[in-house]
């Protein structure tokens, strides 16, 4: 048995004995064949960001091969709105590492994420796992290094209120059972998503917990461990599809949505990213943030206006980024400071064996684990789409090693205070502010183009319905208009509450 596979959660790695990116076809037709797996599933994401199904019922080995071999075609324009219906055919190419047991089919089911091929046998342009792909590929050119990342994936599971053991208003964060109502399906729902290749960091309950009309509003969280940037993207969209459908299992509703209510806490996807070379990470040096991070964050720093029109695209995102609610308002990073855009989290920098002080039975061996630390972007919500979100934020980290000042700019942007303290005032004005709505976002995203375009990364077709969606959502100071109306705010709640 491999070393590395002994403990790997996904049933098609451990069977198989080979890590997952290593996977051939030949591998997968012997998991078939020997786990007596009767449906194939090609599932790809489309425009909507939600993963889409095509059922194959395998009639054969012949046939089984032909699937794997060829994939299938499909209605791109039904699937990608860039996408002429005059010549609308594209390929579905199953990417085997992808490869996981379906863990809802009554029937024994293979499921595999799939890339979007044209007509000439080449990847779709425009194709939103592509886009990054591409966006990745260009990092590494400029950079000479590797881009990885995970996400932080916030829902509120919804249910009706049992009268019992209520935790406190927005006092949800770590809560346990039995002030935690849904614990038990956050945990099953971390185990369905490591079975299908996810690498889960950990997952609690937040913030946000609060009851309403007879109804419970419980914030969970489910966070992940950096990888690859590509295989980040994945893993979040397996995830989300995993909860939505135990949800309905479960006879419950869960959203992902980045505001559900005015006052109470909102649901981010806060993306952490590293830089690494060669399996090591370049964002701390003898202990410090490195001048590689602080070139990153640079870039962060200065495209921040455009990716919130890759990670806040629906008008009740603009309702969570607002003061006091933990979430950013303006373009600056800072040291474990939860009030900034890009947040340097608490890393294992100090030279002091914690594990001995707790545990004097154990060495006090100092163990090095600078290779933890990250930087995490904050803004996005739950309404991007993945794939585009990752791509805008990799792309806006190879702009910072192409700028000719990039630590200047971080110098700058850099705060140590919580900018909504009243005596903090005056720098928060200094900074520069985040959009405030999807309008606002297009207009900045039009204005930043060229650096997603740039290397071919973003085609200018997307770019284009990414920008007529954001202004198709008319939501120009939106918030002060409706945020004192209930009802008003509940309309747009009820639109946007299935994004993503």
Not at 9 to 28: E, F, I, R, S
Not at 369 to 396: H, M, W
Request: aromatic residues 10%.
């Amino acid at each position: 048995m491999n070393e590395h596979i002994s403990m790997n959660p996904n049933p098609v790695v451990q069977y198989l004995n080979k890590p997952a990116d290593q996977l051939t076809k030949a591998d997968l037709i012997k998991f078939i064949e020997d786990n007596d797996i009767e449906m194939i599933n090609f599932r790809y994401v489309g425009w909507d960001g939600r993963l889409k199904t095509l059922n194959f019922i395998i009639g054969g080995r012949e046939h089984l091969d032909n699937i794997l071999t060829a994939g299938e075609r499909v209605d791109g324009s039904s699937l990608l709105p860039f996408v002429e219906a005059g010549s609308s055919d594209l390929y579905v190419i199953p990417r085997y590492k992808t490869a996981f047991l379906n863990p809802f089919s009554e029937i024994p089911t293979l499921d595999i994420l799939c890339s979007y091929y044209d007509r000439n046998g080449e990847p779709l342009a425009g194709a939103p796992e592509n886009i990054l792909k591409k966006a990745h590929q260009s990092f590494m050119d400029v950079t000479g290094f590797e881009f990885e990342a995970m996400g932080e994936l916030e829902y509120y599971i919804i249910s009706e209120d049992d009268g019992l053991f209520k935790a406190d208003d927005q006092k949800g964060y770590h809560e346990s059972s039995p002030f935690s109502k849904w614990g038990s399906f956050r945990t099953e729902a971390m185990k369905l998503i490591a079975e299908s290749g996810g690498m889960i960091k950990y997952g609690h309950s937040e913030v946000g917990n609060f009851s309403k009309d007879g109804v419970v509003y419980e914030q969970n969280e489910i966070e992940f461990l950096p990888t690859c940037v590509e295989d980040a993207a994945d893993q979040l969209v397996k995830a989300k599809w995993i909860i939505r459908t135990l949800a309905s299992q479960y006879g419950v509703t869960v959203t992902f949505a980045p505001k559900i209510t005015v006052g109470k806490a909102g649901s981010g996807l806060h993306i952490h990213t590293r830089v690494m070379e060669k399996g090591k990470n370049m964002m701390t040096v003898k202990g410090k943030l490195s001048d590689i991070a602080k070139t990153a964050i640079a870039g962060y720093m200065e495209l921040a206006p455009s990716i919130t029109a890759f990670g806040n695209i629906n008008p009740t995102s603009y309702f969570r980024l607002v003061p006091h609610q933990e979430a950013p308002t303006n373009i600056c990073w800072g040291d474990r400071n939860r009030s900034v855009l890009v947040r340097v989290p608490l890393g294992w920098t100090t030279p002091v064996n914690m594990i001995h002080k707790v545990n004097p039975q154990e060495s006090g061996d100092i163990v090095d684990f600078s290779n933890k630390q990250t930087v995490e972007v904050r803004s996005p919500d739950g309404s991007a789409d993945i794939y585009l979100l990752l791509a805008g934020i990799t792309v806006a980290a190879r702009h910072g090693f192409e700028i000719k000042n990039p630590l200047e700019i971080a110098r700058k942007t850099y705060v140590d205070i919580n900018i909504f303290d009243e005596e903090n005032k005056k720098k928060q004005e200094s900074l520069a502010q985040l959009p405030t709505s999807c309008v606002e976002s297009a207009q900045r995203l039009e204005e930043q183009r060229k650096y997603y375009t740039k290397y071919d990364v973003f085609p200018d077709s997307v770019i284009n319905l990414l920008v007529k969606l954001l202004k198709s959502r008319n939501d120009e100071g939106l918030i002060s208009r409706i945020q004192n109306d209930d009802d008003k705010v509940m309309d747009l709640v009820t639109k946007y509450f299935n994004c993503g």
